[in-house]
């Protein structure tokens, strides 16, 4: 089992920053790929970015050029660095993680991730 522990969401305005930061502990030599997903009220959920053992990346086109994935594969930890935050990214965001694959691999696609952690909630006002 992985377990995932996320940090760092708020409440902030429009323009400003923050660093989400999800901490896995357990059989992390198992876990590949890592995601962060949101979910907006009323909303299914989405992929915001995802970034495999390896290092490449994927993102969302809303996100592109404002949030960065990254990982510390030392600390067992990923990271999402969001700049010039917008209204319509206040959610609850999720990071995830995968069991399987490969070092290069990741996925958009949540159904492919086999650990989630509790959420943490991103609030942007305008």
């Known amino acids: 089992q992985v377990q995932l522990v996320e940090s760092g969401g708020g409440l902030v305005q429009a323009g400003d920053s923050l660093r989400l930061s999800c901490a896995a502990s357990?059989?992390?030599?198992?876990?590949?790929?890592m995601g962060w997903f949101r979910q907006a009220p009323g909303k299914e959920r989405d992929v915001v970015a995802a970034i495999s053992r390896s290092g490449n990346t994927y993102y969302a086109d809303s996100v592109k050029g404002r949030f960065t994935i990254s990982r510390d594969n030392a600390k067992n930890t990923v990271y999402l660095q969001m700049n010039s935050l917008k209204p319509e990214d206040t959610a609850v965001y999720y990071c995830?993680?995968?069991?399987?694959?490969?070092?290069?691999?990741?996925?958009?696609?949540?159904?492919?991730?086999?650990?989630w952690g509790q959420g943490t909630q991103v609030t942007v006002s305008s």
């Open positions: 995830a993680a995968d069991d399987f694959g490969s070092s290069w691999y990741l996925s958009p696609r949540g159904s492919e991730y086999d650990y």
């Open positions: 357990g059989r992390t030599f198992s876990v590949y790929a």
